[in-house]
Every structure is written in structure tokens, then in C-alpha cells.
């Protein structure tokens, strides 16, 4: 399992390259504003860390975090079918 908070299922590698890319993209956007990990946090009204953990692409950040953080540098996720069965394991 990866660092972070528990979570409750195993999460297959496809979906934790996912949530990867998601907090890279979140990063590379937050810097494209010009702003820093505390200036995110602050607008998100999380902790500085809370950010971080996004960024790293944590699995076990609340899913509102990592929405909030998204649509604060104008990104938004899209949800479709797994290409195979089994996404989580």
C-alpha cells in the first residue's frame, strides 16, 4: 500500500497511476498560476501538507480535496469504464 492514510481496498495499479497523474497535473497547474503549496492550501482551506500529499498523488486524500484542488487551477477530472475488470482488487 502506499504512504499516506489507510484506506479501505487495495487500489490496482492502474487507478494509483491515475491518482498520479491527477496530482501531477494539480502541480504542474498550481505552479503555472504562480502560486505556492501555501497559497493553495489556504485558498483550498486545507493543510499545507493536505497539498503535498495530492501533489505526490497519495491515495488517501479525501476525494473532495483532490476535486477541490483540481477545479481551483480550472482542471476537472473525467470518469469512464476501467479498460479491464478488477480495478480495484
Known amino acids: 500500500m502506499a504512504q499516506g492514510k489507510r484506506i479501505s481496498a487495495e487500489i490496482g495499479d492502474d487507478a494509483l497511476e491515475q491518482i498520479k497523474h ?3 497535473a494539480a502541480r504542474q497547474a498550481r505552479l503555472a498560476a ?3 503549496q501555501a ?21 488517501g486524500v479525501a476525494i473532495g480535496h483532490v ?23
Open 22 to 24: 491527477m496530482g501531477a
Open 34 to 36: 504562480g502560486e505556492g
Open 39 to 59: 497559497a493553495a492550501a489556504a485558498r483550498l482551506g486545507v493543510h499545507v501538507q493536505t497539498i503535498g500529499r495530492i501533489e505526490a498523488g497519495e491515495p
Open 67 to 89: 476535486m477541490g484542488l483540481l477545479a481551483l487551477y480550472g482542471l476537472a477530472a473525467h470518469v469512464e469504464p476501467a479498460a479491464r475488470s478488477g480495478a480495484l482488487s
